[in-house]
């Protein structure tokens, strides 16, 4: 199985806490999500106990199944990494279909919280094998939120790592037109921080082979 990365599991780190989930788990989690999966047992059955006491708010669940995909990539035996990721990806699938006007009024790092979720949803949907059917959904979303007016007109900070990713999973899925696409506007916001780097250096790579 790939290897899941911090940004394709709610990327980045934020400071601000959702009301359903505190700033304790927030932190265990990206903890986690780095690759230390020392606290993720813990964190499973504490958002565990949060979505059964909110289990209408499509923000817990997101974290939560991002947990369970998290759980997937530590798990040893090949059943259980299924069954983990599966069940992960599925939560996160319907917290998306959750998504309300609240969602989309509330802020989470300069994003609507909605499109935050989405743009999440559409790099880890690619980051996962093929064979768990996700990537299609994957490059949908990132289309949808790459054409997003909302989220064109959001500070180019808050928006640098999904053209990051979305480029990548272009190239990865033999789109390299679309990818080209994406790393133009990218360079039109005029962000210049790692993210837009690391995406340069991966068209600079797809142009030399």
């Known amino acids: ?3 899941l990365t911090l940004a394709s599991l709610l990327l980045v780190c934020s400071y601000s806490a959702s009301a359903s989930i505190n700033e304790q788990q927030l932190a265990s989690y990206f903890q986690a999500a780095q690759g230390d999966y020392s606290q993720l047992d813990s964190l499973y059955k504490e958002l565990q106990l949060v979505h059964q006491q909110q289990p209408s708010d499509p923000w817990t669940l997101f974290y939560l199944g991002g947990t369970e995909t998290l759980k997937g990539d530590d798990a040893w035996m090949p059943w259980t990494k299924m069954r983990y990721t599966e069940d992960g990806l599925a939560r996160m699938d319907k917290a998306l279909n959750m998504i309300g006007e609240e969602q989309w009024q509330q802020q989470y790092r300069y994003l609507p919280q909605a499109i935050y979720m989405q743009a999440t949803a559409a790099v880890t949907f690619t ?3 093929d064979f768990f059917n996700y990537q299609d959904q994957g490059m949908q979303l990132f289309k ?4 997003d007016q909302r989220f064109l007109q959001s500070p180019a900070q808050a928006t640098s790592w999904v053209y990051r990713f979305a480029v990548e ?14 790393f133009k506007q990218l360079k039109q916001s005029g962000v210049n921080d790692d993210y837009s780097q690391l ?6 790579k797809q142009n030399k082979s």
């Not at 999973?169 to 994406?182: I, K, Y």
């Not at 995406?199 to 600079?204: E, G, K, S, V």
């Open 169 to 182: 999973a272009a190239l990865n899925n033999q789109q390299p037109a679309l990818a080209q696409q994406w």
């Open 127 to 129: 980051s996962v094998p």
């Open 199 to 204: 995406t340069a250096q991966l068209m600079a």
């Open 144 to 147: 949808q939120v790459l054409n």
């Open 1 to 3: 199985m790939k290897k």
